[in-house]
Protein backbone atom coordinates (compact mmCIF):
# COMPACT_ATOMS: atom_id res chain seq x y z
CA UNK A 1 0.00 0.00 0.00
CA UNK A 2 2.72 1.96 1.17
CA UNK A 3 4.75 2.27 -2.29
CA UNK A 4 1.88 2.71 -4.36
CA UNK A 5 0.50 5.97 -2.48
CA UNK A 6 1.23 9.11 -3.71
CA UNK A 7 2.96 11.51 -1.68
CA UNK A 8 -0.49 13.08 -0.54
CA UNK A 9 -2.07 9.67 0.55
CA UNK A 10 1.24 9.00 2.52
CA UNK A 11 0.95 12.15 4.57
CA UNK A 12 -2.46 11.57 5.26
CA UNK A 13 -1.10 8.11 6.31
CA UNK A 14 0.78 8.75 8.58
CA UNK A 15 -1.47 11.69 9.66
CA UNK A 16 -3.93 9.43 10.81
CA UNK A 17 -1.77 6.82 12.28
CA UNK A 18 0.77 9.21 14.68
CA UNK A 19 -0.47 10.84 17.31
CA UNK A 20 2.52 12.53 18.50
CA UNK A 21 6.35 12.80 18.73
CA UNK A 22 8.36 14.36 21.62
CA UNK A 23 11.73 14.74 21.03
CA UNK A 24 14.19 14.11 23.87
CA UNK A 25 17.83 15.53 24.08
CA UNK A 26 18.65 11.34 23.82
CA UNK A 27 15.84 10.38 22.25
CA UNK A 28 12.23 10.79 20.79
CA UNK A 29 9.17 8.64 21.82
CA UNK A 30 6.19 7.91 19.11
CA UNK A 31 2.70 7.71 19.99
CA UNK A 32 0.93 5.32 17.21
CA UNK A 33 -2.65 5.61 17.77
CA UNK A 34 -3.99 2.36 19.40
CA UNK A 35 -0.46 1.33 20.40
CA UNK A 36 1.85 2.17 23.48
CA UNK A 37 4.46 4.82 22.91
CA UNK A 38 7.93 3.35 21.52
CA UNK A 39 11.30 4.77 21.78
CA UNK A 40 13.90 5.57 19.19
CA UNK A 41 17.40 6.45 20.01
CA UNK A 42 18.70 9.71 17.99
CA UNK A 43 21.15 8.12 15.62
CA UNK A 44 18.31 5.27 14.74
CA UNK A 45 16.91 8.37 12.74
CA UNK A 46 20.07 10.36 11.84
CA UNK A 47 19.72 12.68 14.17
CA UNK A 48 22.49 13.28 17.67
CA UNK A 49 22.12 14.68 20.74
CA UNK A 50 21.99 18.51 20.66
CA UNK A 51 19.85 18.95 18.16
CA UNK A 52 17.08 21.53 18.64
CA UNK A 53 14.07 19.71 19.89
CA UNK A 54 11.07 20.26 18.03
CA UNK A 55 7.19 19.24 19.83
CA UNK A 56 4.38 18.87 18.34
CA UNK A 57 0.78 18.94 20.28
CA UNK A 58 -0.52 15.81 19.93
CA UNK A 59 -4.06 15.28 18.51
CA UNK A 60 -5.85 13.51 21.01
CA UNK A 61 -5.82 13.62 24.43
CA UNK A 62 -3.26 10.51 26.11
CA UNK A 63 -5.27 7.15 26.95
CA UNK A 64 -5.99 6.84 30.34
Same mark, same amino acid.
Do not use: M, N
Given at each position: MWNA?????????????????????? *???? *?????????VALDEVGLTQGCKPVVSKARREPAR
Open positions: ATKSERRTLVEDLVDSVFIYPD *QLTV *QVVGAPPFV
